[in-house]
Structures are given as C-alpha cells and as structure tokens.
C-alpha cells in the first residue's frame, strides 16, 4: 500500500521557519517527482514547490520563491520543504505528490497538473500567526 505522510506543521510566528517532511512507504521515490502544494481555507488547492526524481530540477511558486526551499533524500524515501520567512498568508494545510517522472516535468512542475500527481498525503496544517 502506498503512503505518503507529511510531518512538521505547526504554529509559527510570522518571520519563523518550518520544515516540513514527506515519507513515502511502499513506493520507490527515485521514480517519482514531489510536489508540495497546499490550501488555504476558502481556497483552491495551489502548487507550491516540485522537485524532479533525481533532484536535479526545482520548482517554486513565485509566492514563496527565496523563501522555501524543498529537496529530498532518496535513500531515506522522504522529501522536505524547508520554509522560511513565513508570512500569513502562507497558512494553509500542505499536501506532498508524487507524480510518475514517465509525464514529464513540464505537466507535472511547472503546470501543477493535479490529477498527474498519483498519489498523495493527508496533509499537515501550517499556520503562521502572531
């Protein structure tokens, strides 16, 4: 059975730092490329970040672009999203994805095409508040 499950929210302050995981279990990461995406309430659901199989492409929103960071660690099966400066408006619950590297970066990194992405996590509530 695939799961993905995420890990690290909380309540930060604004101008604090979160890291957030995503361990995978039974699935072999290095196949798949990881996008963090997340939802305010109220909101559609929006690509954050996204990370290629091997690492060797990132992507950002331009909303969090200098400010998070995601990377991975394929021998761990878990990729992280590393968030600093936090503002408000980064409250959300963030979800990881994995979608087949086989669809190509471009449809799944840079499109944020959601149904591309096969399987997700539970999420993990973030919010950034004084």
């Known amino acids: 059975q695939v799961q993905l499950v995420e890990s690290g929210g909380g309540l930060v302050q604004p101008g604090g730092s979160l890291r957030l995981s995503c361990a995978a279990s039974?699935?072999?990461?290095?196949?798949?490329?990881i996008g963090w995406f997340r939802q305010a309430p109220g909101k559609e659901r929006e690509g954050v970040s996204c990370i290629s199989s091997s690492s060797g492409s990132t992507y950002y929103a331009d909303s969090v672009k200098g400010r998070f960071t995601i990377s991975r660690d394929n021998a761990k099966n878990t990729v992280y999203l590393q968030m600093n400066s936090l503002k408000s408006e980064d409250t959300a619950v963030y979800y990881c994805?994995?979608?087949?590297?086989?669809?190509?970066?471009?449809?799944?990194?840079?499109?944020?095409?959601?149904?591309?992405?096969?399987?997700w996590g539970q999420g993990t509530q973030v919010t950034v508040s004084s």
């Open positions: 039974g699935l072999t990461l290095d196949t798949y490329a």
């Open positions: 994805a994995a979608g087949p590297r086989s669809l190509g970066l471009f449809r799944l990194c840079v499109k944020w095409n959601q149904p591309d992405f096969h399987f």
